[in-house]
């Protein structure tokens, strides 16, 4: 009996030491959030949090969503088709982040509600297609790559225009905007460069006549420099839910 007592108090105290934790860390980015909006002159509501939730249990994740953090983002789909499950009372908005083999586009058109990583036409086309029918369309960021150091995923910033016309012409799609996801930086100015190459970019795909209502761009370490420049959706893992091991 005592050592269930025993067991049973610790293990509440991991569960509130968890909680309170979270808490903290949603108040720290929020901060960040409110701060770099007010200093861009920008409204705090033009801007979403994404919780990338990649490597974080069902448990943390509903933790989150009760302080009212309701889109969460994954990376690998897998690991998320295990913890949907768990989750599936709650009114979760689930996003795709990070690359994308066409062989998995089915179960991400079935199981997500939007896409941030697409980069060529055929994964479009397949999602369009695989997007089942009693689901609203299915939110899509062309992935763009930026600043041309990561060679494996986003599209060249020349072939961006066309792309989008491309997927804004396919039925069971709606195109939201542009994500990137350029490499560190060493300072805030050197952060803020492709930033803004991504939002000219957006601001010509507008001009060309398609409506895009998302910037996807800024994570833990750079969302300041991305709200600056005109981010209204910052993915952040690490800042909420702590350091992740290599995968
Ligand atoms: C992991 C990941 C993030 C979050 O990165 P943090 O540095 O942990 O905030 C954002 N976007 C993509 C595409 C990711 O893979």
């Not at 943390?60 to 009372?89: H, R, V, W």
């Not at 586009?105 to 029918?133: C, I, M, N, Y």
């Not at 601001?203 to 209502?213: F, H, I, K, R, T």
Request: charge should be neutral; include cysteine; hydrophobic fraction near 45%.
């Amino acid at each position: 009996m005592q050592n269930e007592a025993t067991l049973s108090t610790s293990h509440a105290n991991g569960k509130e030491a968890l909680q309170a934790q979270i808490a903290g860390s949603f108040q720290a980015v929020e901060a960040r959030i409110s701060a770099a909006c007010s200093s861009a002159n920008r409204p705090r509501d033009s801007v979403r949090l994404l919780a990338v939730s990649k490597t974080v249990s069902a448990d943390a994740i509903a933790t989150a969503y009760a302080l009212g953090q309701d889109c969460f983002g994954e990376n690998y789909l897998q690991e998320a088709l295990s913890k949907m499950p768990a989750l599936a009372a709650l009114e979760i908005e689930w996003h795709h982040i990070g690359p994308l083999q066409s062989n998995k586009t089915a179960a991400v058109a079935e199981h997500f509600a939007w896409v941030h990583g697409v980069d060529r036409l055929k994964l479009a086309e397949r999602l369009s297609a695989q997007r089942p029918a009693q689901l609203p369309a299915l939110n899509v960021c062309v992935q763009v790559n930026i600043s041309g150091e990561d060679t494996k995923s986003g599209c060249a910033p020349e072939a961006c225009l066309d792309l989008c016309h491309a997927i804004a012409r396919l039925p069971r799609l709606r195109l939201r905007g542009l994500m990137a996801l350029p490499a560190p930086a060493a300072s805030l100015a050197e952060a803020r460069a492709p930033f803004a190459a991504l939002r000219r970019l957006s601001e010509q795909v507008q001009a060309s006549g398609l409506p895009l209502d998302t910037l996807s761009m800024g994570m833990s370490d750079d969302l300041d420099a991305a709200i600056a420049e005109g981010s209204t959706l910052v993915r952040v893992g690490s800042a909420l839910f702590g350091r992740r091991l290599a995968r």
